[in-house]
């Protein structure tokens, strides 16, 4: 036999009490609002609650990334100090690092660095058993790996720069390389003297740019390769030491009086910059289809 709560069983309340008084029209209404009330204050409480909650999960989360910040500064700090303890010159590059570049020293943005070092890479397997001459050097790097990776026979570094031939002297001198200042255009090497020049982002940099390649083509033996390359259309507004701007179609006809173009290549950083166009990191082939995404453009060349 099922028993009943005498707290919960309506018929036995009914039994015990009689029949419940009518509500007025009144007394109804109020007791709808009541329950309308009291139905609203705890979704209002549970909905500041959330929203405290929610405010606690930002602050945490601020907190988090403020300690992350933290840690990757002080990561920097220590991969920076064994290069900047008793090293002046290191010092100079971090002074000058927004228009220097050294992908060995591990200050810069790795995308960047990448993007400097993978053209010498490039130009490394044109240099094997010859003569070279690196204009427009910057800090040496690339001169060191044109001789060492490159197995160059010899790499002579020009800069206009004599603080960058100084930093390059004291970090990336070596047996066969020679770092000398000069401009570009007039170089004051020999005629005939290499097998092989390179330079990089050099051509937008100079007020002649023929002046430019015409001592390029001084310098190589007949037949020398010229390697070099020159950003797709950046804007001067961004690039405040270039003085114009390249596409493939100016490129290409300002080498043409003294060079035959034997290849041209995109090189892209794969990196968020907007000039990158969204490309991913290498150096392809420049066809008519991508040469508009192109960040740079290298070209392999042979002297007329």
Known sequence: MTERDPATDSTHLADASGPSPALSTTDSKSATTSTARGSSVGPAWALELQQQVQQQLKYIQSQRQQLQDIRERLEKIERWLPFLQFQPHVQWLM????????????????????????????????CRDRRVADVACGTGYGSQHLRQAGEATSVIGIDLCPEAIAYAVARHGGPGIEFRSAAGERTGLPSASVDVVVSFETIEHVDDDQALLQEFARLLVPGGLLVCSTPNLWPLAIAPHHVREYDRASFLETLAPTFTVQALFNQNSGTGFEFNRGQPRGIVPTTDENHATAECFLAVCQRR
């Open 95 to 126: 002074e000058n690092r927004s228009e220097r570049m050294d992908p060995t020293v591990p200050i810069f943005d790795p995308g960047r660095a990448d993007f400097h070092m993978d053209r010498y890479l490039f130009a490394a397997g044109y």
